[in-house]
């Protein structure tokens, strides 16, 4: 029997393991978390910008952002100054505290790879008035605007 045919140990992740944030501008799977692995000191997780939608200018007062673009393009601005192009394979860094927002200006889904260090960062999420979570397995669809 080869290494893929074994189930993963708790070790591993699978997207359909966890539930998904969703938002008016699009989700969030949180795929480390300490809520996921007792102990865990960082967060990481994928994030969908919808077509044409971004966060708003906010800030994580404890924790350090790195955000890696899997795919898409969109705009980017980090500690209030001049917004800026990002697309696939580029990767912003946010420093703690610092003001920042993302806007999806493709056609296309923006996929981003988020980090939080320390972890924590994300807990803010569940308070916004547009948060909702889908249960682990659910597939959750783009809607189109």
């Known amino acids: ?13 699978r997207p359909h393991d966890v539930g998904t944030y969703t938002f008016d501008w699009g989700m969030i799977k949180w795929l480390v978390a300490p809520d996921r692995y007792d102990g865990a000191k960082v967060t990481f997780g994928e994030v969908v910008l919808l077509p044409g939608k971004g966060h708003a200018r906010h800030n994580h007062a404890t924790s350090e952002e790195i955000l ?39 056609w296309l889904p923006l996929r981003l790879i988020a980090v939080y260090n320390p972890a924590g960062a994300e807990a803010v999420l569940r308070e916004l008035p547009d948060f909702r979570e889908a249960s682990a397995g659910d597939v959750v669809n783009l809607v189109r605007a």
């Open 68 to 106: 890696y673009v899997i795919a898409g393009e969109g705009e980017q601005m980090v500690n209030d100054g001049q917004p800026y192009a990002i697309r696939a394979g580029d990767t912003v860094y946010v420093p703690t505290a610092a003001f920042h927002s993302t806007l999806n200006t493709g």
């Open 1 to 13: 029997m080869n290494r893929t045919e074994h189930e993963p140990d708790a070790s591993c992740t």
